[in-house]
Structure formats: structure tokens, C-alpha cells
């Protein structure tokens, strides 16, 4: 069994910051991408941003110069660093991990519970 548990949303005013983390346990043999999406009321889940694990990235166009995401291999570990907030950002943030668990090399898709993110204007 393998659980992501976020923690770090929160309400924040217009271009302030907040930091969100996710740590994955459980039965992992190995992880590839993790990173974020979000999701709006009756919209679909968008990615935000994602984190190889060599250590490529890759960001929505509308978070890029205002959002990092790094992870930590070691602690199976993935933080996105959120800047210069915009109300529009408002949304619930969902942390996203490919996952292999032993025995199997095959790599499935995990989500977090999610956590709200509100920044108000």
C-alpha cells in the first residue's frame, strides 16, 4: 500500500507565499515523476508542475517564475514552493506520484488527498 500525504495549504493574500509538501510511504521499489496538479469546482485537474526523478522539470505556463517544485529522493519527498500568489491560483492542490511497489517494476499513478489553497485579493 502506498499513501501521499500533503500538509501546507492555507489562506494567503495576493503575492504572498505558501509551501506545499508531499511525502509518499508505504511498499515503494520506485519512484518516477512526482509533482503537483490542482483542480477548481467542475473543472479539470491541471498540471502545476513536475519533477523527474533525474531532475527535469516541467511547469504550467501560467505558474513558471513564481512556482518551484523540488523533491528529495531519499526521504521520497516533493515540496512545491509557491511565489508571488495570485487569487487566481485559488484552488485544491493535488500532489501526484508514479510509483512502483514490490514485486512489480510497473509504475502506478497515486494522488494525495489534496489541499486547499485560497489567496484572496
Known amino acids: 500500500q502506498v499513501q501521499l500525504v500533503e500538509s501546507g495549504g492555507g489562506l494567503v493574500q495576493a503575492g504572498g507565499s505558501l509551501r506545499l509538501s508531499c511525502a509518499a510511504s508505504g511498499n515503494i521499489f520506485r519512484i518516477g515523476s512526482m509533482g503537483w496538479y490542482r483542480q477548481a469546482p467542475g473543472k479539470q485537474r491541471e498540471l502545476v508542475a513536475l519533477?523527474?526523478?533525474?531532475?527535469?522539470?516541467n511547469y504550467a505556463d501560467s505558474v513558471k517564475g513564481r512556482f518551484t517544485i523540488s523533491r528529495d529522493n531519499a526521504k521520497n519527498t516533493v515540496w512545491l514552493q509557491m511565489n508571488s500568489l495570485k487569487p487566481e491560483d485559488t484552488d485544491v492542490y493535488y500532489c501526484y506520484a508514479r510509483i512502483a511497489s514490490w514485486p512489480s517494476p510497473l509504475e502506478n499513478v497515486f494522488w494525495g488527498q489534496g489541499t486547499q489553497v485560497t489567496v484572496s485579493s
Open positions: 519533477a523527474a526523478n533525474g531532475g527535469s522539470t
